[in-house]
């Protein structure tokens, strides 16, 4: 009997256990990408669409998939940084990922403390502005088509100027061109005087080549 008991026990105990362990846990299927993490931290925040997910609401209408994981039609990108948020408290976003994505994520889900955090950053974040730069290539006459069709970075052609010809060693004479290139330069209203110069550097070769 207590063999029996003993043993009935401590499958009883362990099958609690296992039962606690996988209710802690809470699978999320948002815009078809799954992340796993805690009730405990989908609760950080008590008044939050999350939270109140975590929690069963019945007030909060919620479909699952295949795979028992709670569904949300929002977009993944935006959802990592809310989920860190809420394990470690600090906003925290990849250079790639727009903040005014992630806000609008945070206003959805109701995380209001995040909501401030990353308004003073959007608020705080350095201007960036962009200044229309040209640079000048100079190319003989047969390396014209392979420089004009091989520009990228955003280079684009705008001018092409004849001044003259080269004469070589060779039997044939090669045509001296100056080829005009484009593009948009973002840059920070705070950057440093180099760099800043660097950029009125290039608009001013063109404001001498092109005269």
Known sequence: MDRGSNGSSSNGTSNGSNGNASQSWVKLNVGGKIFLTTKTTLTKEPDSFLARLAREDPDLPSDKDENGAYMIDRDPRYFSPI????????????????????????????????????????????????????????????????????????????????????????????????????????????????????VNFQSKVFQLRGT
């Open 83 to 198: 989920l860190n948020y809420l394990r470690h408290g600090k906003s925290i976003i990849d250079d790639d990922i727009a903040m005014e994505g992630v806000l609008a994520e945070a206003e959805f889900y109701n995380l209001k403390k995040m909501v401030v955090a990353i308004t003073e950053k959007i608020k705080d974040r350095p201007k960036v502005t962009k200044k229309h730069v040209y640079r000048v290539l100079q190319c003989q006459e047969e390396e014209l088509a392979h420089t004009i069709s091989n520009m990228s970075d955003g280079w684009r052609f705008e001018q092409l100027l004849n001044i003259g010809s080269n004469y070589n060693y060779g039997p044939e004479e090669q045509g001296e061109y100056l080829c005009i290139v484009s593009k948009d330069v973002a840059y920070s209203e705070d950057a440093t005087p180099e760099e800043s110069c660097s």
